[in-house]
């Protein structure tokens, strides 16, 4: 059977939230992820959309997703932003990855988006060698540009002060 690449659905979101755990475990951060199904339904499907998502599903089960959600760029305008992409071990390899990252890739493009932003972790070489082999350019290498986070309690102690 052939894998289909469908935008993701309400329906989808606890074995959504299971791919997740399982990319959070590949990670090596198992301990990551503090959203459950419900937040993902809330958040995806509910009056604000916080995200959009497009799973890889194989024989009624996913098997992958791509989770991307839209930003602006003041020198460029519209932009997307891959939060994650993921494909299950036993079918990496097989363009299932390539599959979901292209109609998230068209989908922007359609949406007048100029590009494509994420972060990949520094360990993780083979995903690095797939997004280089594939015209993506490491712009902390490029451009200098660094991440950074302020997490919840850090943002309410900045409001605070």
């Keep these: 059977m052939a894998v289909i690449i469908r935008p993701a659905m309400k ?4 074995g959504l939230r299971g791919l997740i755990q399982e990319l959070a475990d590949y990670e090596k951060m198992p301990d ?6 419900e937040t993902l339904e809330e958040d995806g499907f509910g009056p604000t959309k916080f995200f959009h998502c497009i799973v890889a599903e194989l024989e009624n089960k996913l098997v992958g997703f791509t989770l991307f959600y839209y930003t602006y760029s003041t020198w460029e305008g ?5 939060e994650d992409l993921y494909v299950q071990p036993d079918q990496r390899g097989k363009g299932t990855g390539t599959k979901l990252w292209k109609a998230l890739v068209d989908d922007a493009l359609t949406t007048g988006c100029s590009r494509c932003n994420f972060s990949v972790l520094d360990w993780n070489t083979p995903s690095i060698e797939y997004y280089k082999r594939k015209g993506a350019v490491d712009l902390s290498t490029a451009e200098g540009w660094l991440c950074f986070r302020m997490n919840k309690d850090e943002m309410e102690r900045f409001v605070q002060n």
């Design 78 to 82: 519209k932009s997307v932003y891959m």
């Design 11 to 14: 329906e989808d979101c606890k």
């Design 32 to 37: 990551g992820p503090k959203i459950s199904a």
